[in-house]
């Protein structure tokens, strides 16, 4: 018994040094520039909690991330005190403007890798109290290699640490068929639903889940009462945890119901299973998942009718109301690799020669596909992207004032503005909650133009396009047309070939035929494709065939001089 426990430690220990050394490799990507859409809205906001001013004034998203991030940048400013890194808060907000690279970086460590490699435990855990320990030990050894879950490890946002509470969450709820009889499992079950929907909001179907656990109780005496004790829990840790959903009632509900609009319509089934679950996990583990629910036997352990019918409910709230971002499907992933594991154990027991080598056979099957997709966005990660390798060529070869043209914002080198250009932002500045920070922002670059090459620099927007103009990365717009760039005086015009029919093409054209290319930047082996096969904004890339052929992040782009 002891030699048993040993070994199991052992290979616990290993399937979670596996997870977090795919989780922590190239976790430093593209820092100190920002390659990811979504994290700045994070860490922006934990970081304007310093100012006093505790509403974020923001709710697409909750704000518990951003609120235990806040915690997070406490402690490391009072690290850095005690140690003479900073001597004022002002120090500290001038440490984050010269370089923000340990901001992010703290940041993905903890709510990226560290509860990244948490949840793989969590998911031994469960599936060795609920299934066996060999399917604990095999769900924990497919959740520390999945390649969606790994990959969106490397970033700071809500859903892994939603992923995480949605685990710890069902743990709980799967003990409500045994010990319904108690309440305590009743408060927990709503307080940990409370925290899940206050990291996001999908985490509020856990409801299914602990509806179901309801109806596989015999003993309990006051369902009625069980509901009320969840439902009062649950509101309670949520308003705690979310206090302005309450206090700027009027704001959460404007910005809910914005964000509820944008997900009608939902998502084909061909988008959620062939592009995000299989895309996620790979074909066996969602091919192994699938049998497991045609299994009679699985839907008379009451257990597993729960997860299944999570599972199920989960899939038709994505058809309905979900949105063709891979992420969506993250809180699904545990409950496939736990499924997947179990299938193919029990499938194993009935075997009764070469069992060793059949179970083996399976086990790699089932790891190797999504193993090799994690190393390899880990890889790519790694290198260099094509928006620094662009950055430092510009900075490089261009003298500094010249006027460029840039196309879509997100996927451009990261180019300083010219002094003159930061002047006239100074002045455009609106009164806004966060308003003397950006003041504070740009006396800083004004203060430090002088360290780096900065330039005039233009958004290209089609004719009539409305877009809002983010803070620092806003450019003066200028529609795709080269005669007018000319009349305005650019100079340099960067492009990225997102797709070979795109809506610009006749402009791209003409910049190839009237103008010089003079610099070329290809994240694909041997620079092809020449244009993009994926257009992440969030991090990476997602798709099997676009990492194969990439050496690197980043989209073409091709620098023209006018």
Request: proline share 5%.
């Amino acid at each position: 018994m002891l030699l048993n426990l040993s070994r199991e430690r052992w290979i616990l220990l290993g399937i979670l040094a596996l997870g977090f050394v795919l989780r922590f490799y190239a976790v430093d990507f593209g820092l100190p520039h920002l390659y990811h859409a979504d994290e700045p809205i994070i860490v922006n906001h934990a970081l304007a909690y310093g100012t006093g001013d505790f509403n974020p004034h923001f709710f697409k998203i909750p704000p518990l991330t951003s609120y235990l991030l806040f915690g997070l940048y406490a402690c490391f400013y009072l690290a850095g005190r005690l140690t003479g890194l900073f001597s004022s808060p002002s120090d500290f907000e001038i440490y984050f403007y010269q370089d923000p690279s340990i901001f992010y970086w703290l940041a993905r460590c903890c709510f990226g890798v560290l509860l990244g490699t948490l949840t793989v435990y969590l998911v031994y855990r469960l599936g060795k109290r609920f299934f066996s320990l060999g399917t604990g030990l095999l769900s924990g050894l497919l959740m520390s290699v999945a390649f969606l879950h790994v990959r969106d490890s490397h970033y700071i946002y809500a859903d892994i640490p939603l992923v995480f509470v949605m685990v710890f969450a069902l743990i709980i709820i799967l003990q409500i068929p045994a010990r319904g009889g108690e309440k305590f499992w009743h408060v927990s079950a709503g307080a940990v639903i409370g925290i899940a929907a206050a990291f996001k909001y999908n985490g509020a179907a856990l409801i299914i889940a602990y509806g179901i656990a309801l109806m596989s109780t015999r003993r309990i005496r006051d369902a009625f009462k069980a509901i009320f004790l969840a439902f009062l829990s649950g509101a309670f840790v949520f308003i705690l945890l979310n206090p302005f959903s309450i206090l700027d009632h009027a704001s959460f509900m404007q910005e809910v119901a914005q964000e509820s609009k944008a997900h009608l319509g939902g998502v084909s089934w061909i988008k959620i299973v062939y592009y995000s679950l299989i895309g996620a996990v790979g074909y066996p583990i969602v091919l192994f998942a699938v049998f497991q629910l045609f299994r009679p036997s699985m839907w008379k352990n009451s257990e597993n009718r729960i997860l299944a019918v999570f599972l199920l409910s989960y899939l038709g709230i994505l058809k309905v109301w979900g949105q063709p971002y891979a992420r969506y499907v993250l809180p699904l992933v545990p409950i496939m690799v736990l499924f997947a594991a179990d299938f193919w154990l029990c499938w194993v027991r009935k075997i009764n020669r070469n069992r060793k080598l059949i179970l083996w056979i399976g086990i790699l099957s089932l790891c190797l596909p999504t193993m090799i997709k994690s190393l390899r966005f880990d890889f790519v990660m790694s290198q260099a992207d094509t928006r620094t390798l662009a950055l430092n060529w510009f900075e490089k070869h261009i003298p500094k004032g010249k006027r460029v043209a840039m196309d879509i914002e997100f996927y451009m080198p990261r180019l300083r503005f010219s002094e003159e250009q930061l002047m006239t932002k100074m002045e455009k500045i609106k009164d806004t909650p966060f308003a003397e920070v950006q003041k504070r922002k740009l006396e800083y670059y004004l203060h430090n133009a002088g360290e780096r090459p900065g330039y005039w620099l233009y958004g290209l927007r089609q004719d009539g396009e409305d877009q809002p103009e983010p803070f620092l990365m806003a450019k003066e717009p200028v529609p795709y047309d080269l005669d007018r760039l000319k009349d305005i005086g650019v100079d340099f015009v960067i492009v990225a070939r997102l797709r070979k029919d795109d809506a610009n093409r006749h402009f791209y054209n003409n910049l190839s035929e009237k103008t010089q290319l003079v610099a070329t930047f290809n994240p694909y082996r041997g620079g092809r494709p020449k244009w993009a096969m994926e257009h992440p904004i969030t991090g990476g890339p997602f798709l099997w065939k676009d990492l194969w052929r990439r050496e690197r992040n980043g989209q073409p782009l091709y620098i023209y001089r006018i």
